[in-house]
């Protein structure tokens, strides 16, 4: 069974610090995808990752991937008030047939950022 | 305007009374998913479908039924609600199940007393 698990559950920055979302997964998968939530909202997508050593970057955001160490990270630069949100990962099942659909989400990590 | 849609938005209902979330999406796409978010648990996957008539199970499908007899709409069906699927419910759909990012409808806050 794929167990995701998001580190730290809740992050408090200064405007300006760069930081890292950590997001380990338990069983192969070749697919993690990274989502934001904004209070009272729903999801919105940000990364799709499909291999290992993908890097991705959109502004601030910077997603990567380690299939071996199973491994996904989320680094933010220079944090602005803007950024901060509900930050959640999600990996895919590996196990074949139509399981490939199914996504199991980490806990998801509070982002705050202070000015 | 490319989107995924949910009715109603906001529901309250009591024990054992059958009732449906529906979940339509207009960009043609393949999959189609249901998740649930509780407080300090993320989001679990309920059901997902790869196309039409093609559904399975995701992690937490225990009291929820689901349907997809066109590619468009894929209804959430709960035949005996019960007050533990209190929850904040979304619908998603992706091009396709494999390397696409997966849209979100807006959310449908079910209580059940």
């Known amino acids: 069974e794929l167990k995701v698990e998001q580190n730290p559950l809740f992050l408090s920055m200064q405007e300006g610090k760069n930081y890292t979302i950590y997001c380990n997964y338990s069983?192969?998968?070749?697919?993690l995808y990274w989502y934001r939530q904004d209070p009272g909202k729903s999801l919105e997508s940000l990364f799709v990752?499909?291999?290992?050593?993908a890097v991705k970057q959109e502004g601030r955001l910077m997603a990567s991937l380690d299939t071996k160490a199973r491994l996904s990270t989320l680094h933010i630069t220079a944090a602005v008030h803007d950024l901060s949100a509900t930050y959640f990962c999600?990996?895919?099942?590996?196990?074949?047939?139509?399981?490939?659909?199914?996504?199991?989400f980490g806990q998801g990590t509070i982002l705050t950022v202070h000015p | 305007e490319a989107q995924v849609t949910q009715n109603p938005r906001y529901l309250i209902t009591v024990t054992g009374k059958k009732l449906t979330v529906t979940c339509s999406q207009n960009?043609?796409?393949?999959?189609m998913s249901w998740y649930r978010q509780d407080p300090g648990l993320g989001l679990r996957q309920i059901y997902y479908?790869?196309?039409?008539?093609?559904?399975d199970k995701g992690d937490v499908p225990e009291g929820y039924k689901v349907s997809r007899k066109e590619k468009r709409n894929f209804p959430l069906i709960l035949e005996s609600p019960s007050p533990n699927q209190t929850s904040l419910y979304f619908c998603?759909?992706?091009?396709?199940?494999?390397?696409?990012?997966?849209?979100f409808g807006p959310g449908t806050r079910l209580t059940v007393t």
């Open positions: 998603a759909s992706s091009l396709q199940a494999y390397s696409y990012e997966q849209y």
């Open positions: 069983t192969t998968s070749d697919r």
């Open positions: 990752l499909l291999s290992n050593g």
């Open positions: 999600a990996a895919a099942d590996n196990a074949g047939g139509t399981s490939y659909g199914k996504l199991t």
């Open positions: 960009m043609n796409h393949e999959y």
């Open positions: 479908s790869m196309n039409v008539e093609v559904t």
